[in-house]
């Protein structure tokens, strides 16, 4: 799987958007741009996917440069529950998902 | 419909003894993969399985580590005669038949495991 690069950490301050970046240069065609988050002492989470347009779910959107190499994940309205690391992830789905560093989100009240 | 189950949550061994974590995947899900986090560091895959079969064993040790995913119930991962650095959160994650739109698996809460 091509490899992701994202800040290794963040801070927002309560109630406000969150833009996490991710770049993906080496992205290839077949790639799809998965976002995980994980708590503190709970499994990873599925947050969204996308391969090409722009996601939007109830967690959370997925934007995506038209070149494919970055996206970049939006929390609308951080919550302190929204604290977590975040996983950008890429995947054609032949091969089990290969976690790297990810992005440590700190939620300010 | 339940998540990905694991059990036992906490599990304490000592050196020595054998440890044994179960799977059971998300309701029509026919795909497992067991991950492990060892304190302050990230996720390693250790094994993908479908039924009776290993598909990827890539990030398992090569010794002391077994996993199996059996016909019927759970998928197993069992490690033999533990040593302190097995201590670790051990996660297991299941798919449904191959999707197409991308490889989206979903967690259980883990298996913590702590050698004495």
């Known amino acids: 799987d091509a490899k992701t690069t994202q800040p290794n950490s963040m801070e927002s301050n309560e109630e406000e958007p969150v833009h996490l970046p991710c770049n993906h240069s080496t992205i290839s065609g077949t790639d799809y741009i998965h976002w995980y988050r994980q708590l503190p002492s709970q499994g990873p989470e599925y947050v969204i996917h996308g391969l090409t347009s722009n996601v939007n779910n109830r967690m959370a959107s997925l934007a995506i440069a038209e070149d494919r190499k970055s996206s970049t994940l939006i929390l609308h309205r951080a919550t302190l529950r929204d604290a977590a690391v975040y996983y950008c992830i890429l995947n054609s789905g032949n091969t089990p998902l290969v976690f790297g560093k990810g992005t440590r989100l700190s939620v300010i009240a | ?116």
């Open chain 2, 1 to 116: 419909n339940a998540g990905v189950m694991q059990n036992p949550r906490h599990l304490v061994r000592r050196r020595g003894q054998e440890a044994r974590l179960r799977c059971s995947p998300m309701k029509g899900h026919s795909h497992v993969y067991w991950y492990r986090q060892l304190p302050e560091e990230g996720l390693k895959f250790m094994v993908y399985l479908q039924k009776e079969n290993i598909i990827d064993e890539s990030g398992m040790p090569k010794e002391r580590f077994s996993a199996e995913f059996p016909k019927e119930g759970p998928s197993i991962l069992r490690i033999q005669q533990v040593v302190r650095g097995d201590s670790a959160a051990y996660f297991c994650a299941s798919s449904p038949p191959k999707n197409p739109r991308g490889n989206t698996i979903y967690f259980g809460e883990g298996s913590w495991l702590t050698v004495v």
